[in-house]
């Protein structure tokens, strides 16, 4: 016995749910990644807001650290001086010899930093870039521009005929 395609079911069987339309699966697709993506940033915000709370109590404690390295500091060249006057000298000029000691000190630090100041290069092909910026962001047609344009190629920047070909 043939049956035809528009053959209506028998009765008494189920025919089950209706499948969602294309659109409605598209729509809770949509809804599900919205909401994947939601959780992810929420996820990454607590992340970040723990990482940032730890950060900032490292930084107090070292900043305390350094505040009670300070003050040790002081007791110690105060010990140092003391020292000096037990050895025989007279006690104005232990803090005097100190005191020398302490510039000498802060003068090979100062001089040191000096020195590596000097030695930062500024950087020469950023600030060359950035003066061709207001001459790129020009708008022209295609094929009309009248200057050439500056590229980056392996951290050199080179300016190129727009009307060369490339190869």
């Known amino acids: ?3 035809s395609a528009s053959t209506p079911p028998l009765a008494g069987t189920p025919t089950g749910p209706a499948e969602p339309s294309l659109g409605t699966l598209a729509k809770s697709a949509m809804t599900d990644v919205s909401t994947l993506i939601r959780s992810e940033i929420e996820l990454a915000k607590a992340e970040i807001g723990t ?3 730890r950060g900032g109590v490292s930084a107090a404690a070292f900043a305390a650290a350094g505040v009670l390295a300070a003050f040790a500091a002081i007791f110690f060249f105060v010990m140092l001086a003391e020292l000096i006057t037990w050895l025989g000298l007279a006690r104005w000029i232990s803090y005097l010899i100190v005191f020398g000691l302490l ?3 802060a003068a090979a630090a100062g001089l040191i930093g000096y020195r590596m100041v ?3 290069e500024k ?3 950023t600030i060359e870039t950035l ?3 207001p001459d790129v962001m020009r ?3 295609p094929g009309q521009r009248q ?3 500056p590229t980056v190629t392996e951290g050199r920047v080179a300016r190129r005929d727009p009307h060369a070909r490339l190869s």
Do not use: F, G, T
């Open 1 to 3: 016995m043939a049956h």
């Open 51 to 53: 990482s940032v709370k």
């Open 103 to 105: 510039l000498l000190l």
């Open 118 to 120: 000097k030695k930062i």
């Open 123 to 125: 950087p020469e092909r």
């Open 131 to 133: 003066q061709e910026l």
């Open 139 to 141: 708008r022209e047609a």
């Open 147 to 149: 200057r050439d344009l």
